[in-house]
């Protein structure tokens, strides 16, 4: 007889509960919010935050019309291999299982922003010929992006820097042995590029056993005016 008084306090705040919830309904009301807010006594709606909005390449803010967005990432020791995005679109990576040790190299129409090539040259065991080969014939206009993997440097020959040299590298005469190296240049540019980055490889200061922490580099690149016939 003792749980009578509690028995019938509980049976009338579910009667009035389930009251509340007839009548929202039939007056078209929420009743799954109006019972939320009935047994957690709160009137505020639940907040959703807004997702980050994703720009090309991962770039925090969109690029000008007439620019192209990308992104460089140099590989790490000589386990994970580079990144070159252009537009959104993966040129090179090891996903794409186009990276090899040394140079990774992709060619960009300077006027569309088509991809023209992508190769990668062995600098530690390979011949700097085919480099030389490759960077000679390139048309005026042409972009030129590159993420070093492992050792970038031991192969270069004074003709290969100066080729990137003209192509408005400042970094690549200092370039040595397991640097970290991430560049875009272009065939006939009249200053240095803006685009580049070199991490030293040292003892003192490196990241992996061997080699110095990974460069990641992102930016938007104006296209190129066709040229007047």
Known sequence: M???????AVAVLLLVGLTWVLAS???GGDSSSLVKHFFSGTNEEPTVEPKPRRYKCGLSAPCPQKHLAFRLVSGAANVIGPKICLEDKILVSSVKNNVGRGLNIALVNGVSGDLLDTKSFDMWEGDVT???KYLRPLHEGTLVFVA???DPATKL???ARRLFEELGSTAVKELTFRDSWVFVGAKGIENKSPFEQRMKNSKSSNKYEGWPESLEMDGCIPLRAPLEN
Not at 2 to 8: C, D, E, N, S
Request: proline share 5%.
């Open 2 to 8: 003792r749980l009578a008084g509690p028995l019938r």
């Open 25 to 27: 309904s039939i007056l």
């Open 130 to 132: 085919d480099l030389l």
């Open 148 to 150: 070093s993997f492992d």
């Open 157 to 159: 020959n004074d003709e």
